[in-house]
């Protein structure tokens, strides 16, 4: 049942991507989904009320410093609160692989978006935009994958 709770958070993280691709916008319904799908994903893990609570803590503290990333036009409000989500996933264990991954990814889009303005110019005002959601969704995948890599026997 987890894996198919996983299954589908990877789903709706792809299809955020694809969205913010085409639209550069991230629906509330599709974000909050990704979030609801970890609550209902948390009882079926081996976690305590306690690992619940960090979890929400650190997605607590993603949503305050993207909302301030926010204010200051750096990002979205909807790769705001897709941040609060991918955080909430990765709870303190895995956040900062999943920041590195968003990180990592980001960089790499940008690097993408800067030839491709160059290749092909657009508007001006779009051409400063980045679809942050892709590398969110990328690092969300990750975040929902994780445990279960960390949870595999070793040989």
Request: positive net charge; aromatic residues 6%; glycine residues 6%.
């Amino acid at each position: 049942m987890l894996h198919a709770v996983q299954l589908a958070a990877s789903l709706v993280l792809a299809s955020l991507a694809a969205h913010d691709m085409r639209c550069r916008r991230l629906p509330n319904r599709s974000v909050l989904a990704v979030a609801a799908l970890y609550v209902v994903a948390a009882p079926l893990m081996p976690t305590s009320a306690a690992t619940f609570a960090q979890h929400l803590g650190t997605a607590a503290a993603a949503l305050v410093l993207s909302a301030a990333m926010f204010r200051f036009g750096w990002i979205g409000a909807g790769d705001a609160k897709l941040a609060a989500a991918v955080f909430l996933w990765a709870g303190p264990a895995f956040s900062m692989p999943t920041l590195l991954i968003t990180s990592l990814c980001g960089l790499l889009l940008g690097l993408a978006m800067l030839a491709l303005n160059r290749i092909a110019p657009r508007h001006p005002a779009r051409s400063r935009e980045v679809p942050y959601g892709i590398a969110l969704a990328a690092a969300g995948a990750a975040a929902v994958w994780l445990p279960l890599a960390q949870a595999a026997p070793r040989p």
